[in-house]
């Protein structure tokens, strides 16, 4: 079979000289070669306060998206709820009233929408699924909690701030600005 | 016997126990912090800056910690284990000359516990009864794993204690002494014992490594065959002192070489008889200290560059190699002192 890499050596079975088999002098080698790793690059990252930038398709929490009136764009078809392979999406649909076109972009909007963070698998077929482009996902994951129940992601957890009233948060959210740094 | 002098050596050991447990406490941090170093990464560096509070959170973590006895081991020896194996490690400090005395309102102090004139003999005394912690810990522990590390503690101990007696008797010709004191002086005076013993110099550290327990010779405790060994049904602070004896033994046997071979409280360079009694008396522990935490940084050097020995290869290296070296080099160091003295 013909080698994938040419990394690697023959291995030397001729039998140890002097020097190798009274072993102090490989020791002393293997002792430099730690010591250069003193001064070489740390391989760790200090996580909280550093992160590693994700990859532009990477999948985390879901964003329920509005629209640039800042109307939500979701009609409660539950074309991702039947996509989503984990089950993790439950959906309640109510009827827009008359005064409430500001808030919803059609006349059919999701009352209650809630994604289950541990069953999902992030696989990302209900933002393929989503026919008005309500739904993506984020580069962000879910963080860690002490209970089942806060898993549950509700509307008020998914939905993207207000670009109309709230658009500094919307900006953030949206990754167009820097969060600002909390005065420690 | 006045009182005064037992005040002073009662305020002598604590001081020294109180820098050994500092030490010990210290040298757990260190030890990470390097590792972490060696293996490119950072070690401890969360409590207080640059992670120096971490040994306090980790006493506090052990002290907090549920005290388990297993119900079928011996109570007894089960907490006799880790008090004997403390004890021990602490005893050794009495012998070592810390510096050259020290005047102090016209009373000159001796910074040495207990100038004894068989000091040296203490020392072998009270570190072989240091297998007497972990065999007992191993024994009481009632657990295979724990018996297992307990035997190999042993054997490992009296086999590389051999070696380690021989390489010391080439020093004690040189100097004719048993006293640390006087070896000490005869090397400030004159050169280091390394000069004349290097080979002695050699095979001393390389069984103080294995006194220690320290890799590539932690046998008793190999995490990944014994798990943990003698001191794996330990818990809390028993488990605590266990891990804190070897760290003290550590500096203590670190400070032996160093006070053996390494010329002691000498300071290369300075003629101490210059100096008046107290400066010199600093300048002297500065330079012990200073030896002994290098040579503390070459045993976590050593940690974590070698692999651990197999049990057969310490065996052969302990009796095949060391002890004929051992008794080779008393011999050329007797030839050599007898052909000087007719000469």
Known sequence: MEALTQRSKPVDRSPMTWLERIYLWNIFKGMLITFTHFFKKRATIKYPEQTRPFSPVFRGLHVLNRDEEGRERCTACGLCAVACPAEAITMEAAERLPDEENLYREEKYAAKYEINMLRCIFCGLCEDACPKDAIYLSETFAPANYSRKSFIYGKKDLLIPNPVTNKEEYDIAKGLIEKKKKKS | ?343
């Not at chain 2, 072989?128 to 035997?151: E, P, R, T």
């Not at chain 2, 300048?283 to 940084?297: E, H, P, Y």
């Open chain 2, 1 to 343: 016997m006045d009182w005064e002098f037992i005040l002073e050596k009662l305020l002598l050991i604590t001081v020294v126990v109180t820098v050994s447990l500092v030490v010990a406490m210290y040298a757990t941090y260190i030890e990470r912090k390097f590792a972490g170093f060696i293996q490119d990464r950072y070690g401890p560096d969360r409590a207080g800056p640059f992670g120096i509070l971490q040994p306090l959170a980790d006493g506090l973590k052990l002290f907090f910690k549920e005290e388990v006895i297993p119900s079928h081991s011996n109570k007894l020896l089960f907490v006799l284990g880790p008090c004997l194996a403390m004890l021990t490690a602490m005893m050794t400090s009495a012998v070592i000359p810390w510096s050259s005395p020290i005047e102090i309102g016209g009373r000159t102090v001796s910074l040495q516990i207990a100038d004894i004139n068989i000091g040296i003999l203490y020392v072998f005394g009270v570190v072989s009864m240091g297998v007497y912690g972990m065999m007992i810990g191993g024994w009481a522990s009632n657990n295979k794993f724990s018996l297992m590390a307990a035997l190999r503690g042993a054997s490992q101990a009296i086999s590389y204690e051999l070696a380690m007696g021989l390489s010391l008797i080439a020093v004690l010709m040189l100097s004719g002494s048993l006293s640390l004191r006087v070896i000490t002086e005869q090397q400030v005076t004159g050169l280091w014992n390394i000069v004349y013993q290097p080979l002695g110099f050699l095979i001393f550290f390389v069984c103080a490594l294995a006194e220690c327990n320290r890799a590539p010779f932690d046998l008793p405790e190999a995490e990944s065959e014994l798990n943990f060994g003698y001191h794996q049904e330990y818990s809390s602070m028993k488990l605590g002192f266990f891990l804190f004896a070897e760290y003290i033994n550590m500096f203590i046997s670190c400070a032996l070489i160093a006070t053996l071979y390494l010329g002691g409280y000498d300071m290369p360079f300075v003629n101490e008889a210059n100096l008046s009694g107290s400066s010199a008396a600093i300048v002297g522990a500065v330079a012990l200290f200073s030896k002994t935490f290098f040579l503390i940084l070459v045993f976590m050097w050593i940690r974590w560059t070698l692999p651990r020995f197999r049990y057969d290869q310490l065996m052969n290296l302990g009796w095949k190699s060391l002890i004929p070296l051992a008794l080779a080099n008393m011999l050329i160091t007797g030839a050599v002192i007898l052909w000087t003295m007719k000469g």
